[in-house]
């Protein structure tokens, strides 16, 4: 998801490619947290160390959706307060806010599980009005002197709260025992509306400003930098992934490739892409030739990758082309998208994404064609002149993603995340 203060509203994710792939962090008791990296796994929804798991839902097979509008993120587990509090929210690249939705809540999208309540928390603290941390979102004062947030996104869904600190805790997965991390600034929600799923405790927001997740554990956790590596979502759902923090997070080794950040927002990791090989074809991500610094973002919060209707229209046009099959035509439930009947997914063409300074990314059928029912996989890019473009989880899928805000990169390094 994108935050609104940084980008004018974008488009829903339309009603396209809708599997839902919910992932979690796992966490239990807590140690406090000393200068150095750790890192957290990444649980599928439907796995049975899941919250979330229904035996009755449980199945050996690929995972399957209905079409809808709000699926396909990622989630991860933190806990918050004194006595802690799990709580399963959105990990999103795409926004700075950390919230959890809270005791009261008239007016909120429905959640299945609790809410957090302040009250019980030993550790909990609203922040006031002059708090320097205030200032770092959308804000009103209360009458009471309180800090209230008013946060809303690119899809049109908008947050509202106390601003609080809070201790947060996270289980590491790398030997050090569970990192505490205090005096966390977070978002208390008292009336949340939008496209949010009943499984969303709140969002985790994971974006380069200084109120993000991210900036605020850096200190804590050796740098300002993380790295991921997500699972398709036709992955067994038992199968678990990871997300780094801190020092010991850098992606290295053979076969990574980085390209540099640019500096055009606090929150987005924007990077430039000069266009796309379809096979040996290479389509220009401007028809013009001129190539924007920083024209997409990394956003992990979002499915499909959206680019300018052109450029789509002639991949699509070029993928026709080179696959030797007749798409799907006439499908109410597809709409326009580029879309075929196979039992298992296409052989290829490889959709090569080249980057500034001649940085490639080579994506298979797996990151590129997604099923969005049985037997049909369709194009995992969407085409749209809103001016903001996306490049989302769907491509991320199978890579090993280092972004590190002190040398100002992004590295990609092709990996099997369902073994590593």
Not at 5 to 14: R, W
Not at 101 to 125: A, L, M, R, W
Not at 191 to 197: E, P, R, S
Not at 291 to 308: Q, R
Request: aromatic letters at 10%; a negative charge; glycine letters at 10%.
């Amino acid at each position: 998801m994108a935050a609104m203060d940084t980008i004018l509203c974008h488009a829903h994710f339309g009603l396209v490619f809708v599997i839902t792939l919910l992932i979690y962090l796992v966490s239990t008791s807590a140690t406090e947290a000393s200068n150095g990296g750790f890192s957290v796994k990444l649980v599928h929804r439907n796995s049975p160390k899941s919250p979330f798991y229904n035996p009755s839902k449980a199945s050996t097979s690929k995972p399957q959706s209905p079409v809808q509008a709000n699926n396909g993120q990622y989630l991860m587990k933190l806990s918050l307060g004194n006595p802690q509090f799990d709580l399963y929210g959105i990990a999103d690249t795409g926004s700075d806010l950390l919230w959890a939705q809270c005791v009261p809540c008239e007016g909120c999208y429905k959640q299945i599980k609790p809410k957090f309540d302040p009250k019980k928390s030993s550790t909990y603290s609203d922040l006031p009005c002059d708090a320097p941390e205030c200032s770092l979102v959308p804000n009103s004062c209360s009458t009471q002197n309180v800090c209230n947030y008013d946060y809303e996104y690119g899809d049109g869904s908008v947050v509202r709260g106390v601003l609080a600190k809070e201790t947060i805790f996270l289980e590491s997965t790398s030997g050090n025992g569970t990192v505490a991390l205090k005096g966390i600034t977070f978002g208390c929600g008292h009336k949340d509306t939008g496209v949010f799923n009943q499984d969303d405790m709140g969002l985790i927001g994971l974006g380069g400003g200084p109120i993000s997740f991210i900036s605020q554990m850096a200190p804590l956790v050796g740098g300002k930098k993380f790295s991921y590596c997500l699972v398709p979502f036709h992955t067994d759902p038992s199968i678990e992934s990871k997300m780094s923090f801190g020092k010991g997070s850098e992606v290295l080794g053979e076969g990574v490739v980085t390209v540099p950040l640019v500096p055009k927002d606090d929150t987005f990791y924007s990077v430039t892409v000069d266009g796309f090989s379809v096979g040996d074809k290479f389509v220009p991500f401007d028809s013009s030739g001129k190539v924007e610094k920083g024209n997409i973002f990394l956003d992990s919060g979002t499915p499909p990758t959206y680019i300018p209707t052109d450029v789509y229209e002639r991949l699509v046009a070029e993928l026709r082309k080179q696959i030797p099959m007749a798409p799907i035509k006439d499908d109410p439930d597809l709409g326009n998208q580029l879309c075929y009947k196979t039992k298992t997914n296409l052989k290829g063409p490889i959709l090569t994404v080249h980057f500034e300074g001649g940085t490639n990314v080579k994506l298979t059928p797996t990151q590129t064609f997604i099923p969005p029912k049985d037997e049909v996989f369709c194009f995992a890019m969407i085409g749209d002149d809103s001016g903001v473009n996306i490049y989302g989880n769907f491509a991320q899928t199978n890579f090993l993603i280092g972004i590190d805000l002190e040398k100002r990169v992004v590295s990609f390094k092709p990996t099997d995340c369902v073994k590593d």
